[in-house]
């Protein structure tokens, strides 16, 4: 141990030498038997082992369990003889540790290990935890809580029968922790370390109940009858004395003692963590299984008796909190924002919603309408840090803990199920307010409270824009509050106007000049030396440039307008902002052609600064980032779509999109780096590679060089993404076919093997390969045999050995070879036959033993499923390929069988002829009198006047009936189960099922029906002795089809009309 704690020292050695050789030897410790244990006693060694080299032990060792102690990890995995002692051992240093740092990894690591090993390798541990939860010892009754807390973590998403553990942990361990809480609060335990207990004890709670009411719940509510929540009545119970229970001040001399006094500690305090604790639990079983309407059937009893009996005894605590702040006193921001959500499911039960009813007013004056209003915090991180300011108004993930969202969302809440009884009475509260403001003087104004009440009406939006009784006051509303403060002396309240027309741009104006206003400030708000504020106008222009007749206002500008979009761009990654430029591109769609290369430049530099700034800051910053370098992608996307779709000639287009090419291909190049740190930024990066490569007539030689960076993805880290490489990867070979077969890599492989080489990484895995990913590489091999006809002969025999392969691998549990693979895999075989049919032959007949019978027999079996129109259109070309060979090159076994392949091919023809003759009918005016369904010229009924939607709402004692709710929750419930179908991976088609024929070739635009004569007329001119009395031979029905399909081949009209038709898909290819 003391060589072992020298080398931990030396990890924290000024010198890089002595620190790089300790790293290294620290890399060995998992290969030397003995040395986790080593490990785990320098932890326990507190007294003798400074604290540093304990850390660095028990992160040690945390990484040992992570990637050494069970598969799918294979390198120096822990002797399974080690493994016991180690799990004792440590159980057993956890157990004593109180340090903080060093428990947390020490619980990971028993996190890691009760992954694979509970229960069945460690029974032992439950009985051992509820051994010291008896023990009297607060230090172990906390440590071997946490224990229990890694293995519940572990088990809380597991359902069905996987859930049997975690059910065998809340029949014997939550009992016994239940009565450990009682005892705690009935003798009124004021200690830190009690809280710590309670609330450890809370988290294993959450883990039993997070995602489903464990069995013996469910089974007592019901016996209940509906009147008590079955086991989880006696947890309530000391929920709501812990709500009740008071926290003073430090001043006060009052227990529990020693609140800290900054807000910062006093969020880390037990005391107001176990609070917190109390209130997450009671929000999530309210929410998923508390309300009577929305609750699973088998939840129903649960829900009965917690919103009628437990929901109205707990709303006296959680009003009491929420009161806290109005009062001066403190309480913690997540504690508002868990009990403001108990709030907004309290409003949709009429039980509780009886009991809130003469509160209301105090709820949204005294508790929402405050937590709308800037606080001291708010103002001088938007003086002191603008960029802070704006990052955190946009993140999504601080806004889910955030007292401020939960106080729109109920609001919004309150609005939408009990508007009648509320809506007036706040609108007024929110009048006289402003009016209050209007008639005070400069310096005694209440500057906050009006950009409070601008933000309370904001936030309102949709419900006065939908009700008669306020829409036609929106407009000298706006006009008069908050137009006027566009020209405030304080930047946050110039801000709150500008994020204000984002919400009423689109109300019915009587005053067009009105609008022009707006504009006007908006435009200038996008200079305003605010950074806030220029975010603001920016994200609100996109939605005042959608009103009619605000082109006109727009156009002379455009240009001044997107430079400040980029100038802004270039200060910061707010991805609502390149969402609102975005919005500008489309709507002015033949207007930004002119600027569309400046502008393809000027995303391509911001997406690249966004992309390639991520991971130098926090979590939350890449987070921004990443959206925001997405939104960049999607907006090249409509540039780029409205220079292809724009009136300009090909010749124009054709010369902007070579002129975007430069910028473009450095975004491509970044996105594809090697280390597959952009894989978000992947699918848009090939969708927009699609789109450059689809509209040119050539694709340019600088795209089709990406093709070794693309299979680079695809092999590494890539795999899923084959789908969207696909067109791409078509468009280098067809549209420019000759640069494509000139290219090699580096080490000399032809691009045309490359592609090779990505399918067969599929065929090849036939265990680990999904139905829908062979279809794909099926798709990726027709790519090369359809577009390069004649100039990969030397890539034949390999694309056969694969396909040929896969088709032989039988199906089983973990391989699915369904109809549709094989449709797939054979319409390979007969590109390849299409390609070259001798050179297919060579192949076949010299395999050992050949496969030419082997291979018809399962095809013919199979051809009589062939359903969809690509399938049937290639198969005939391929057997049509074989019928024009010489007869005396064919082997023998296909001249035995000649009568067969006609037949089939016949068959098919004579299908194909069927679905184009039905859909000649389909489309025949004659034969539609009614016209199209958009063809009336009138509606059905004019549009139904404006309910008086201000009656709306449910009684006061009434459960609100929510339609809208009750599809989320059901699309919950079933996200839920696709989730675990998925992560278990079970029928993993059905989850992400692909359309096997959404692909295009140029073998589709050949007429089957010509190739069909062509190879049976030539059959019978080459070899009449041969084909004369197999003809003959043939069943009647077949014979008359054949007939009759040479007959509708010669026909001059056929001609005319596959012309026309493709003429016309020629010019809508042009409109699209």
């Known amino acids: 141990p003391q060589q072992l704690c020298n080398v931990l020292m030396h990890t924290f050695s000024p010198d890089a030498t002595q620190r790089a050789q300790a790293e290294a030897a620290i890399k060995t410790l998992p290969s030397i038997p003995g040395a986790p244990a080593a490990l785990l006693q320098v932890v326990g060694a507190a007294d003798q082992v400074q604290k540093e080299v304990r850390l660095a032990a028990a992160i040690s060792f945390k990484n040992i369990t992570k990637k050494h102690w069970a598969p799918p990890h294979t390198v120096d995995l822990v002797q399974e003889t080690e493994k016991p002692a180690l799990r004792e051992l440590v159980f057993q240093v956890m157990l004593v540790e109180s340090d903080s740092p060093i428990r947390k990894m020490l619980a990971e ?94 988290k294993i709670l959450w883990s039993c109940t997070q995602f489903s009411l464990p069995t013996s719940t469910v089974a007592g509510a019901a016996a209940e009858g509906g009147q008590g929540c079955g086991a989880l009545t006696g947890w309530l119970e000391v929920i709501l004395v812990i709500l009740r229970k008071e926290l003073p001040e430090a001043s006060e001399g009052k227990e529990p003692l020693g609140q800290p006094t900054t807000v910062e500690e006093r969020n880390a305090w037990p005391w107001w963590k176990l609070k917190k604790w109390s209130l997450q639990l009671l929000v999530r079983w309210f929410h998923r299984y508390g309300m009577p309407k929305y609750a699973a059937d088998e939840d129903k009893p649960f829900a009965e008796a917690f919103s009628k009996v437990w929901a109205p005894a707990l709303l006296e605590p959680i009003m009491t909190m929420l009161a806290l702040r109005s009062q001066g006193r403190f309480c913690t921001d997540r504690c508002v924002q868990l009990s403001l959500t108990f709030m907004e499911s309290s409003i949709q039960i009429g039980s509780t919603y009886k009991l809130l009813k003469p509160h209301m007013h105090f709820v949204m004056a005294n508790v929402v309408f405050p937590l709308l209003c800037l606080t001291d915090d708010d103002l001088e991180l938007f003086d002191t840090d603008p960029h802070e300011f704006v990052r955190k108004g946009s993140d999504f993930m601080e806004e889910f803990n955030d007292p401020v969202m939960a106080a729109k969302n109920l609001l919004e809440g309150i609005m939408k199920h009990r508007k009648k009884d509320n809506l007036p009475a706040f609108l007024d509260f929110l009048t006289n307010e402003l009016n209050k403001y209007l008639a005070t003087d400069d310096a005694s104004k209440d500057y906050r409270t009006k950009d409070g009440c601008m933000h309370a009406i904001g936030c309102l939006n949709e419900i006065l824009k939908e009700s008669k009784k306020y829409k036609s006051q929106l407009e000298p509303l706006l006009m008069g509050h908050f137009v006027p403060e566009f020209t405030s002396q304080h930047g946050f309240l110039r801000a709150r106007a500008a994020w204000s027309i984002q919400w009423f741009a689109d109300i019915q104006f009587t005053n067009f000049e009105h609008v022009t206003m707006l504009v006007q400030h908006m435009m200038q708000a996008l200079r305003d030396p605010c950074l806030p504020v220029q975010i603001e106008a920016a994200n609100g222009l996109g939605a005042l440039i959608n009103v009619d007749g605000t082109e006109a206002c727009f156009l002379p500008v455009l240009p001044e307008l997107l430079n400040e979009y980029f100038r802004i761009m270039s200060e910061i990654g707010a991805d609502n902002v390149i969402k609102a430029l975005d919005t500008i591109i489309e709507k002015f769609g033949e207007e930004i052609v002119p600027h569309a290369t400046l502008l393809v430049q000027k995303l391509c530099e911001s997406f690249i600064q966004y992309a390639t700034s991520q991971g130098n800051g926090e979590d939350e910053e890449d987070d921004e980032l990443s959206i925001a370098a997405d939104q960049c992608l999607d907006a090249i996307q409509t540039v780029i779509s409205a220079v292809c779709h724009g009136d300009g ?70 795999y899923d993404y084959l789908m969207n490489m696909l067109p791409v990867l078509d468009n280098f070979c067809s549209k420019n076919s000759d640069v494509f077969m000139a290219s090699t890599t580096q080490d000399g492989t032809p691009f045309a093997m490359v592609i090779v080489g990505m399918a067969e990484k599929i065929l090849n895995m036939p265990d680990r390969t999904s139905e829908p990913d062979v279809i794909t590489a099926s798709h990726l091999l027709m790519v090369l045999l359809h577009n390069l006809i004649g100039r990969i002969d030397a890539a034949i025999p390999r694309i056969l050995e694969l396909t040929l392969a896969r088709l032989q691998v039988p199906t089983s549990e973990h391989v699915k070879t369904g109809d549709q693979l094989k449709s797939a895999l054979l319409q390979v075989v007969a590109s390849a036959f299409y390609y070259n049919p001798a050179l297919t032959f060579q192949y076949l007949e010299s395999t050992n033993p050949p496969m030419t019978m082997t291979l018809f027999t399962g095809w013919f079996a199979e051809i009589d499923k062939f359903e969809s129109y690509n399938s049937q259109h290639i198969t005939v070309l391929g057997l049509a390929s074989i019928v024009k060979m010489d007869l005396n090159t064919l082997p023998p076994v296909v001249r035995e069988n000649m009568g067969m392949i006609v037949t089939k091919m016949v068959g098919l023809a004579k299908d194909l002829k069927e679905s184009e003759d039905e859909n000649d009918d389909e489309n025949d005016p004659d034969n539609n009198p009614f016209g199209g369904a958009g063809d009336s010229d009138e509606e059905d009924g004019d549009e139904e006047e404006d309910g008086d939607e201000d009656e709306e709402g449910e009684g006061s004692g009434e459960d609100v009936d929510d339609e809208e709710d009750l599809a989320y929750m059901q699309a919950i419930a079933k996200q839920a189960k696709e989730m675990h179908t998925f992560a278990n991976a079970e029928d993993y088609e059905n989850y992400h099922n692909r359309d096997a024929e959404d692909y295009e070739s140029p073998l589709l635009d050949t007429d089957y029906l010509m190739v069909f004569a062509e190879s049976l007329h030539g059959a019978l001119q080459r070899h009449p002795e041969f084909y004369t009395p197999m003809s003959a031979s043939l069943p009647a029905e077949v014979q008359a089809a054949s007939q009759a399909l040479l007959v509708a081949a010669a026909d001059p009209s056929r001609a005319e009309r596959l012309a026309e038709i493709a003429r016309l898909a020629a010019e809508e290819e042009d409109e699209d």
């Open 649 to 718: 000639s090909k010749a124009a287009i054709a010369q902007m999109l070579t002129a975007m090419e430069p910028p473009l291909l450095q975004v491509l190049s970044v996105i594809l780096d090697q280390s597959g740190n952009y894989i978000e930024h992947l699918e848009n990066g090939l969708h927009i590679l699609e789109f450059v490569t689809y509209f040119p007539e050539q694709v340019s030689g600088g795209y089709i060089a990406l093709l070794p960076l693309i299979a680079h993805a695809f092999h590494d880290w890539a």
């Open 109 to 202: 690591a028993v996190n890691q290990i009760a992954r694979t090993d509970y229960p069945a390798q460690w029974p032992q541990l439950l009985p051992e935890v509820l051994s010291h939860v008896h023990s009297g010892e607060p230090l172990r009754i906390h440590n071997s809580l946490l224990a229990l807390r890694q293995v519940t973590k572990r088990l809380e998403y597991k359902r069905g029968d996987d859930r049997a553990p975690l059910e065998m942990i809340v029949n014997t361990a939550l009992p016994i922790m239940l009565q450990l809480m009682k005892q705690l609060l009935e003798s009124n335990n004021n200690t830190l370390e009690a809280a710590m207990i309670m609330k450890m004890a809370l």
